[in-house]
């Protein structure tokens, strides 16, 4: 198993350097393209969410810890924020026309989409997104 | 990676077209750069507007949001968006949010003006 870990401040700033450390772990990883995109993706959507929700009133800190296994990626996004259980969020309608179409709510559902696994847990303030990604490797 | 965002515009055949010239376009910040620069158009009377992607790998919800809420104005003034030259995996984000249901893509700019362009 391979780790790759940062720690940042939570804030939109940090979007390009999150961006960048998923970035070096596809390559490093050299991971199939699609693989690489849901995990781009998905990270890109979950801490967007932290950076502008976690931490309202106060600046914190997040951790990204990302597990790699030869057909398998597990994605842990920690922060000490606000509570909030992204996957109880209900799914956007996507059916009804642009004028009746509401803006919220995408960006998990993108994550929903883009994943094997998407779970949350909160203990002792911690808030904790776990993403895992599955593949298959061509024999 | 630049973190600041440039859209830049040219008409041609009566249609704007807008580059948008950020191969990421995954920071709140930016979308609402691109969300104000698609309403100043239309309220500048843009009738036909394409939104060439041909640079972008990278697009999350923020941006989907600011095509949303484009789309919506366009509806009320009697525009329309449409789209070109998006890759594959982008193409994926609008059609996960239904958002391929709404608006028109093409392959090119070239065949986007060959259909929509005239003045």
Known sequence: MKRFAIETDARLESLPSIAEFTERVIMDLKLPPEVGHKLSLSLDEAVNNVVSYAYPDQPGKMQLVIEAEPEELRAMLTDQGLAFDPTQQPTPDLDVPIEERKIGGLGIHLIRKMTDEFKYNRTDGVNQMLIVIRWRNAP | ?119
């Open chain 2, 1 to 119: 990676m630049s973190t600041t965002a440039t859209f830049i515009d040219e008409n041609r055949e009566g249609v704007t077209i807008v580059y948008a010239m950020t191969p990421w376009l995954i920071e709140p910040r930016m979308a609402d750069v691109l969300t104000r620069h698609l309403n100043d158009l239309l309220d500048s009377g843009s009738g036909r507007i394409l939104i060439n992607l041909t640079d972008v790998s990278r697009l999350t919800s923020v941006f989907i949001r600011s095509f949303i809420t484009a789309g919506k104005k366009a509806k009320e003034l009697d525009a329309q968006l449409f789209f070109c030259s998006v890759a594959p995996v982008i193409r994926d984000v609008f059609t996960i949010t239904g958002l391929d249901k709404i608006y028109k893509f093409y392959a090119d700019e070239r065949s986007a003006l060959s259909e929509i362009g005239g003045e």
